[in-house]
């Protein structure tokens, strides 16, 4: 655990466009402020605080330049973490790289003194933090992400129902596997200015080894099925995994949202840095 925040210590959220915000933190908006941050300077001009003139060049100089500084705002960084019986499949265990990308990203939020609030959600949605900020209270965040379990069904259709009204960053880690997907998307991208959706799929799920006669079972509703699988079937079972993958980074853009594919990256500090790169 101290090697894995060590390599997230100085990570910040990357955001290369102007989101709501307010107080300070790591983030540097598109604004001008009063931060202790400066910017440049300007020529003066009329109705300028005269606090802002920057003396030192005027003496050099013989005119007058006003000081600008790049206003810092807290951002408000949310949370979803998916932990549906879906979750609980794979080597590595989906629910374990999703707990391990929630717990960067807080720690990452919380590092940089924004407002952190997270949320597990299958059936329905639990809180788990509400607005915290400040990196003493991790460790409190840390215990509330050891302690989710993965149980019951997805319903994509509730979950963001009952979440917070913070506008900011949501960032949801999910298998996608429920329906009611472009619904959940719409309502993503409409709640939050941004989103970063982190598609978590297993090494079994994508490449399958298994033939013969199989008994497949749905984790979440506990039907069965016994099937007789050979090459064809798992070479078509693997055009529809790819189908679906694609089609789920596509729903993603045309609703503005980032899509992080975990499985692309072997590591969850790799998944955790190409999420936070927010557009």
Same mark, same amino acid.
């Given at each position: 655990?101290? &090697?894995?925040?060590?390599?997230?210590?100085?990570?910040?959220?990357?955001?290369?466009?102007?989101?709501?915000?307010?107080? =300070?933190?790591?983030?540097?908006?598109?604004?001008?402020?009063?931060?202790?941050?400066?910017?440049?300077?300007?020529?003066?001009?009329?109705?300028?605080?005269?606090?802002?003139?920057?003396?030192?060049?005027?003496?050099?100089?013989?005119?007058?330049?006003?000081?600008?500084?790049?206003?810092?705002?807290?951002?408000?960084?949310?949370?979803?973490?998916? &932990?549906?019986?879906?979750?609980?499949?794979?080597?590595?265990?989906?629910?374990?790289?999703?707990?391990?990308?929630?717990?960067?990203?807080?720690?990452?939020?919380? &590092?940089?003194?924004? +407002?952190?609030?997270?949320?597990?959600?299958?059936?329905?949605?639990?809180?788990?933090?509400?607005?915290?900020?400040?990196?003493?209270?991790? %460790?409190?965040?840390?215990?509330?992400? +050891?302690? /989710?379990?993965?149980?019951?069904?997805?319903?994509?259709?509730?979950?963001?129902?009952? =979440?917070?009204?913070?506008?900011? /960053?949501?960032?949801?880690?999910?298998?996608?596997?429920?329906?009611?997907? +472009?619904?959940?998307?719409?309502?993503?991208? %409409?709640?939050?200015?941004?989103?970063?959706?982190?598609?978590?799929?297993?090494?079994?799920?994508?490449?399958?080894?298994?033939?013969?006669?199989?008994?497949?079972?749905?984790?979440?509703?506990?039907?069965?099925?016994?099937?007789?699988?050979?090459?064809?079937?798992?070479?078509?079972?693997?055009? @529809?995994?790819?189908?679906?993958?694609?089609?789920?980074?596509?729903?993603?853009? @045309?609703?503005?949202? +980032?899509?992080?594919?975990?499985?692309?990256?072997?590591?969850?500090?790799?998944?955790?840095?190409?999420?936070?790169?927010?557009?």
């Amino acid at each position: 655990m101290e &090697n894995f925040l060590k390599e997230l210590e100085q990570a910040n959220i990357e955001i290369r466009k102007r989101i709501t915000g307010s107080l =300070t933190g790591n983030y540097k908006s598109n604004t001008l402020g009063n931060s202790y941050d400066f910017y440049g300077v300007r020529p003066y001009y009329e109705g300028d605080n005269i606090k802002n003139i920057d003396w030192k060049l005027f003496s050099r100089t013989g005119k007058i330049y006003t000081k600008l500084f790049s206003e810092q705002k807290q951002i408000s960084v949310t949370v979803l973490i998916d &932990n549906s019986e879906s979750m609980n499949f794979g080597e590595p265990n989906k629910l374990n790289i999703g707990k391990m990308c929630a717990l960067g990203i807080s720690y990452i939020a919380l &590092n940089g003194a924004n +407002k952190l609030s997270l949320y597990s959600f299958n059936d329905s949605i639990h809180m788990c933090v509400n607005n915290f900020s400040g990196k003493s209270l991790f %460790y409190q965040v840390l215990n509330k992400i +050891k302690d /989710i379990d993965a149980t019951g069904k997805t319903d994509f259709k509730k979950v963001l129902l009952t =979440t917070n009204d913070s506008k900011g /960053i949501a960032f949801i880690i999910t298998d996608l596997l429920s329906n009611n997907i +472009k619904e959940f998307l719409n309502q993503s991208a %409409y709640k939050y200015e941004k989103v970063v959706l982190i598609h978590v799929m297993s090494k079994d799920e994508l490449n399958p080894v298994h033939n013969g006669k199989i008994k497949f079972w749905d984790s979440e509703t506990r039907e069965s099925v016994l099937l007789d699988i050979g090459s064809r079937e798992i070479d078509s079972y693997k055009r @529809k995994v790819k189908e679906f993958v694609l089609n789920s980074k596509e729903e993603c853009k @045309k609703r503005g949202i +980032k899509y992080v594919f975990a499985s692309k990256y072997n590591s969850p500090v790799k998944i955790i840095m190409k999420a936070i790169e927010v557009e």
